[in-house]
């Protein structure tokens, strides 16, 4: 595989229910960043690792939780999520953290959650 | 606070040129982003202006004036598969990323 992979591509979950979704970068980078797209609005971020560390957390409620293992793999561990969670979950990765200049991020395709 | 601007919804020809803006209010500026989205897939990257100017690649160019909080992607002899969203976004003085909510650009035959 090449580039950034996440799964499951879709979800569908009940509020009650507990799931994860994963984010793999086969790239090298050192930074890792989840993203919550909505319709019509811009990308939110949510999350961002560098080199395993959280050195970002954007006010995100406590319902949705990430892990960083190591720098290849991220988590987003998700619980007792409300309807207006649903959305597009994207990952992105990058060399490194947005702390410098004419940096790219590569995404992932997306998990696209619904909750019902 | 911090807002980038950006048509919703464009509509062009196959074959034309179409021309995309963004305006920004930013803390500061490091250099803005293009991204290309297709429906239900990725973002990829299409350029980066740092300078005032215009940066030309193929088809694409992105044209950047850092003292009007503006830029605009020109998009040359359109293809349908160019239908697709374009996210403009703005690093900020603390190098942050601050995202547009995207223009939707159709091809029509």
């Known amino acids: 595989e090449t580039g950034v992979t996440q799964t499951p591509r879709h979800l569908v979950m009940g509020m009650t229910n507990k799931k994860s979704l994963k984010c793999e970068q086969h790239l090298g980078h050192n930074a890792m960043y989840w993203y919550k797209q909505s319709a019509k609005k811009p990308l939110e971020l949510m999350f961002v690792?560098?080199?395993?560390?959280?050195?970002e957390n954007n006010s995100v409620p406590s319902r949705f939780s990430p892990e960083c293992p190591n720098s290849s793999h991220l988590f987003l561990h998700l619980h007792t999520l409300q309807p207006e969670d649903s959305a597009l979950y994207l990952c992105?990765?990058?060399?490194?953290?947005?702390?410098?200049?004419?940096?790219?991020?590569?995404f992932g395709p997306g998990t696209r959650l619904t909750v019902t | 606070g911090q807002n980038i601007d950006q048509p919703t919804e464009m509509t062009a020809t196959e074959g034309a040129i179409v021309q995309i803006n963004c305006t920004y209010q930013t803390s500061g500026f490091n250099g803005l982003f293009w991204y290309q989205q297709h429906a239900g897939e990725a973002p990829t990257f299409l350029s980066y202006n740092v300078l005032d100017g215009l940066e030309e690649k193929g088809r694409f160019s992105s044209f950047l004036s850092r003292s009007k909080g503006y830029s605009y992607l020109l998009l040359k002899e359109l293809q349908m598969k160019d239908s697709a969203s374009y996210l403009c976004?703005?690093?900020?003085?603390?190098?942050?990323?601050?995202w547009g909510a995207g223009t939707k650009l159709i091809i029509k035959p």
């Open positions: 992105a990765s990058s060399q490194d953290w947005a702390g410098t200049p004419s940096y790219e991020q590569y």
């Open positions: 690792y560098s080199l395993e560390e959280r050195v």
């Open positions: 976004a703005v690093l900020d003085s603390n190098y942050q990323l601050i």
